[in-house]
């Protein structure tokens, strides 16, 4: 049999283990047990300095230095109670991973003994080599000294394998310079400013007592899962991520049958073993489906802080990663793996509170007469319009290229949805102050053994990037890839503007002066109304309208990452202490860089593949058919197959040319400019003539597994 066969074989044969213990380990029972939460502090913490940080990590108080050695004890000791041999500093360097190095507790003090050492220094700050991650010109390879500093609004945790327990402690990473080296420093600066901004806001409102405002998110996480032995038979899967060839399946997502259908039993075991993964881990995942696609899975959490949430994601990814192999299962995390059908993303639910409970984004059951609300939603309307452009350069890369547009990502033009009862307010607002809101009422559903439903006063639109969903936006235009860090810094950024902008007008006004408010809110609605819009995204008129508007369509990640040079990008992310120009410099290029490093990954391995295992298999084929006879049909199908097997070769010294002349571009700007222009096309030249040929190739000749069996086979 080929490896093919084998692996179907074996496929065929799987079956899941028994979880008889699984009501033992459930749910609240196991809930943060891995994390050095309240609960944990409370029990390895003197009553002042549990108190102390506390308010610390409800952001009452700065970190006072003096109780940093009591707090580390603690924490050693709660480790150590689980097994902990290891401690590390868990960082989110520019790589789109996660980092660590791991120290032992452990410390020698003569006569061949050890004693368990964990000082306050090892808790709040490491030192790791910073040479070799990427920095933007920031840091030279000689200059290799970076910091990683505790984070302490986000929970350490435990991270628990089979062979140890390691105590693991979420930080910020900064070069010798001081300047941020990471996705999260930006991003909780970013925080500060928004809520500074805001709380300016909330005093002309005469909220006196908030003291601080932060936003949630709840990323909704979707990702596919595939056979491990059908998928590392695919050198594209394991380099790329992604099938860089592959001819549709006879059957697909057409019939929609996979949508919120049976969860099948392999599958379901993954998830119930992720879901008891997560909760140890405090991560509060709440929501598991089948996605459009075949083969295709969605995770949701319940909205967190956006500084944890965030951090919670990446662990949620490296955590499935890890599952999946426990699985025999392959875990694609690229935002689209399969050419045909739906790809993935990740949609960002994240909103604004205040640290009393009050979410500044729900409009209550009179939004017209929430003036509070109103502003709010307004000041988000003008930060998405303004820096609509930085908004969209946040999500760019090249995984992302190939999902945004297509019939299941929002297109690139960023947009606001905001539902019919929140348009006639706006409409209503733009010619003066709103008097009425609409109702949703109830749906009746013709049958007396079902109930009344109450009916949302709004429909939910999924093509918009950014629609309004009740009492939160969700920003849809995501990648399932990216952390969630940098698109949140850049929306904090450019809603932080904008409440800046809002607040100094307010602070003109008398407290209390709603006609002022009216006017000023008025004039934000017809500034800014050209970014609303309600119907499909996915329609060609939506392009010609948008242009129309002025709107910005930056199409690929190559339009879109100008935005962050440009002289407003620099002057906004500055005057916010959100990135200096440098520290902004520095991310430009990394993002340039990875996009060119993208894509010479990708096209060395086309034409490898192309070489090394489909140009072989349509001579072997060409082999057997010369021996097959003369007939007229065989003497057709050998011209067909014998002119693709030309055109192959056609198309990869095209592309190997292609790669060249991009590889000696005069910068890397040029250089991804060529990928767009000439490696990318000579590469789907390349695919289109394979895939041609994996349709007429004989099934037992074709070296990699098929969409059919990638896509069906588990």
Known sequence: ????????????NH??????????????DIYGEYVFGEAAQRQYLAKPIFRKLRRTIDGLEPFDPAIVDAVAHGVKEWAMAHGATHYTHWFVPMTGSTAEKHDS???????????????????????????????????????????????????????????????????????????????????????????????RVLRWFDNTTASRVFTNIGPEQEYFLVDRRLAEQRPDLVLAGRTLFGAPSPKGQELEDQYFGSIRERMLAFMMDLDRELWRMGIPSKTRHNEVAPAQFEMAPVYEATSVGSDHNMVVMSTMRRLARQHDLMFLIHEKPFAGINGSGKHNNWSMATDEGENLLDPGHDPHANAQFLAFLLAVIRGV???????????????????????????????IFLGSQLEDVIDQLEKGAASASKRGGSLELGVTSLPILPRDATDRNRTSPFAFTGNKFEFRAVGSSAPIYWPQTV????????????????????????????????????????????????????????????LPNNRTTVDALPALSTARAKKVFAQ??????RELEARAEINWDRYVKV?????????????????????????????????????TLTATVA???????????????????????????????????SVIPAQNVVREVADALETLVADDLWPLPKYRELLFQY
Request: some cysteine; aromatic content about 6%.
């Open 1 to 12: 049999m080929t490896a093919r066969q084998t692996a179907i074989e074996a496929i065929a």
């Open 15 to 28: 079956r899941v283990a028994s979880t008889q213990d699984y009501l033992e380990h459930a749910g609240a």
């Open 105 to 199: 507790f452990l410390s020698p003090v003569g006569d061949g003994q050890t004693l368990a050492e964990f000082s306050g220094r090892n808790l709040v700050q490491g030192e790791p080599d910073a040479s070799s991650f990427p920095s933007g010109g920031i840091r030279a390879t000689f200059e290799a000294r970076g910091y990683t500093a505790w984070d302490v609004t986000s929970p350490i945790f435990l991270q628990v394998e089979p062979n140890g327990v390691t105590l693991t402690i979420p930080t910020g990473f900064v070069s010798y310079t001081g300047e941020a080296l990471d996705h999260k420093i930006p991003m909780l600066r970013s925080q500060e400013a928004l809520g500074r901004e805001a709380l």
């Open 385 to 415: 319009n303004v820096h609509a452009d930085l908004i969209r350069a946040s999500i760019a890369d090249a995984g992302n290229d190939h999902r945004l547009g297509a019939n299941e990502a929002p297109p690139a033009i960023v947009s």
């Open 491 to 550: 929306l904090n950024t450019a809603v932080a503007d904008s409440l800046a902008a809002l607040a100094d007008e307010l602070e003109t006004l008398e407290q209390g002066d709603f006609a002022g408010l009216t006017n000023i809110l008025s004039a934000i609605v017809k500034a800014n109304k050209q970014v609303l819009f309600e119907g499909n995204n996915y329609a060609d008129e939506w392009h010609a309208e948008a242009a129309r508007r002025g």
């Open 576 to 581: 916010f202490g959100v990135l200096s120009e």
């Open 599 to 635: 894509g010479h990954i990708e096209a060395s391995c086309t034409l490898d593949m192309a070489r090394t295992l489909i140009l072989p298999a349509a001579v072997r084929y060409l082999g057997e058919l010369s021996g097959a006879g003369a007939s007229k049909g065989v003497a």
């Open 643 to 677: 002119d693709l097997a030309d055109r192959l070769v056609a198309a990869i010294d095209a592309l190997e040319k292609a790669q060249g002349a991009a590889h000696h571009a005069a910068s890397v700007h040029a250089e991804a400019g060529a990928f767009v222009e």
